[in-house]
Nanobody
C-alpha cells in the first residue's frame, strides 16, 4: 500500500508563486519516476513535469522556465515550484509515483490563479 499526500495549493495572483509538495509513504520500492499532472475543468489531464529516476527531467512547453520539479529522497517527497503563475495554470494538480509494479496518484490539490 502506497499513500501520496499533497499540499501547498491555494489562491494566488497572476505573477505569484506556489510550492506544491507530495509526500509518499507505505510500501515504496523501485521508484521509476515522480511527476506532476494537472487537470482543468472540462479538460484532459496533462503532464506538467516528470522526473525520471536515473534519467531526465521533462516539462510541458507551457511551464518551461517557470516550474521546477525536485525531490528530497530522505523525506520521500517530490516538489513543484511554480513561479510567474498565469490564470491558465488554474487546475487541480496531482502527483504521481511510478513504481516498477504500477503507478499511484495523490488526491489532488487546487491551484487557482486569479486577480
Amino acid at each position: 500500500q502506497v499513500q501520496l499526500v499533497e499540499s501547498g495549493g491555494g489562491l494566488v495572483q497572476p505573477g505569484g508563486s506556489l510550492r506544491l509538495s507530495c509526500a509518499a509513504s507505505g510500501s515504496i520500492s523501485s521508484i521509476q519516476h515522480m511527476g506532476w499532472y494537472r487537470q482543468a475543468p472540462g479538460k484532459q489531464r496533462e503532464l506538467v513535469a516528470l522526473l525520471i529516476i536515473g534519467g531526465t527531467t521533462t516539462y510541458a512547453d507551457s511551464v518551461k522556465g517557470r516550474f521546477t520539479i525536485s525531490r528530497d529522497n530522505a523525506k520521500n517527497t517530490v516538489y513543484l515550484q511554480m513561479n510567474s503563475l498565469k490564470p491558465e495554470d488554474t487546475a487541480i494538480y496531482y502527483c504521481n509515483l511510478g513504481l516498477r509494479s504500477g503507478g499511484y496518484w495523490g488526491q489532488g490539490t487546487q491551484v487557482t490563479v486569479s486577480s
